[in-house]
Structures are given as structure tokens and as C-alpha cells.
């Protein structure tokens, strides 16, 4: 019931209220962002959703218009270069996801579930085929976000998605919620220069 009605229910309630509430924030990062840097405001990625279909998620820009385009952070040579003055506040505090609030009420994200990959992250894509992770509706934040993030390594990061699948509930999702704010206010997790950044520190001493 959960799975196939209200889960669904709750994400178009949420993404409404957030909508209403977050109306000032928005602005206001609207306006950072016009003032840093030229560019647009939003930033369009394909992204691999639900049965491995594909649609654009929305961002709030935080790199140079010059960027290197559809390709990970963390696969940037010196990530730091491309990204605004306004980007690593809005990185920092994960500001810049804001706008998939947008994603959640089309339909094509929920609030909590895997993060959805690159189209062309074909390692990670396949590794969550193991878990079944690419069979739900991707989400603004998941299990693997509250634990470790971009210092996750692809093999651990699809097993941690996989296991979200396997306890996917209402209450599952609201840990992973309150898990969520818990990170962010630490800031833990966010590595600029990304994937598997903890295993590379470890491999490097």
C-alpha cells in the first residue's frame, strides 16, 4: 500500500509545501546566482530514473558555463576551477538541489530514494541492477546519502541503494529524512572531487 499509493501521496505533498515555504529561498538563490556569474539560473542533467528511463533533473547552477558538460564532478580534472563563488555555498549546504522539489511533484523523483546516475554512469547503473536499485523512482536523498555520500565508493554506494529497496517503508523513509538533515547541518559526506573519494584518500596514504 505504502510502496504503490502512498508513498507517492506524501511526495506530492511535500514537494507542494516546499514549494509555498521555500518560495523566498528560491529567490533569493536566484538572485546569488545572476549576480555571481553569467549563465542561467538552473542547470538541466540527464539523469536515469525509474526502469532506467531518462529525464532531466533540475539544479541550481553552481559551475562556469564552460564546464565540461555530462561529466561527474569527481571526474573533473581539479573540480574546484569550474565551480562559482556562489556554487560551493550552495554545494555546501546542498542548496543546489532545491529545484527538484520540481522533479518530485512531475512524477519523476520521490524525496527519498537511490540518487539518480548519469545516463552515462554506466558502472553505477550497473552495479544497482544487482540490487534491483533501478527499478524505483530515484529520490532528492536516500540510505547512501546518510552514509558516506560522495566518499562512497560505486560498489558500496549500489549496495547501500539496494538495501533502501529491500526496506523501503514509511518509516525507513523517515529515518532516512531526519538522517538527511542531520547530514547536511554537519555537512558530512560532501566531497568536492566526489565518488569514492574515501577509499582514494585511503589508497593515497
Not at 505533498?13 to 556569474?37: C, F, H, Q, R, T
Request: glycine share 10%.
Amino acid at each position: 500500500m505504502y510502496k504503490t499509493f502512498g508513498k507517492r501521496l506524501i511526495d506530492i505533498v511535500l514537494s507542494i509545501v516546499g514549494i509555498v515555504v521555500l518560495s523566498p529561498v528560491l529567490l533569493i538563490v536566484v538572485a546569488a546566482i545572476k549576480l555571481d556569474s553569467p549563465g542561467p539560473v538552473l542547470f538541466r542533467q540527464k539523469r536515469v530514473g525509474i526502469g532506467k528511463s531518462h529525464f532531466n533533473i533540475l539544479k541550481f547552477r553552481t559551475m562556469r558555463i564552460d564546464t565540461p558538460k555530462d561529466c561527474p564532478t569527481h571526474l573533473l580534472e581539479n573540480p574546484q576551477q569550474w565551480i562559482t563563488r556562489v556554487g560551493r555555498v550552495l554545494r555546501k549546504t546542498s542548496l543546489d538541489e532545491l529545484p527538484q522539489i520540481f522533479n518530485i511533484f512531475m512524477g519523476q523523483m520521490s524525496v527519498i530514494g537511490p540518487r539518480p546516475a548519469l545516463w552515462n554512469q554506466y558502472d553505477l547503473i550497473e552495479e544497482r541492477d544487482k540490487y534491483g536499485a533501478n527499478d524505483v523512482l530515484p529520490g532528492l536523498t536516500g540510505w547512501a546519502q546518510i552514509n558516506g555520500r560522495d566518499e562512497l565508493p560505486i560498489d558500496v554506494k549500489a549496495k547501500l541503494d539496494g538495501e533502501y529497496v529491500q526496506r523501503m517503508s514509511f518509516g525507513f523513509d523517515v529515518k532516512c529524512f531526519f538522517g538527511t538533515i542531520t547530514s547536511v547541518l554537519k555537512h558530512q559526506g560532501v566531497v568536492e572531487g566526489g565518488t569514492g573519494a574515501m577509499k582514494k584518500e585511503e589508497e593515497d596514504r
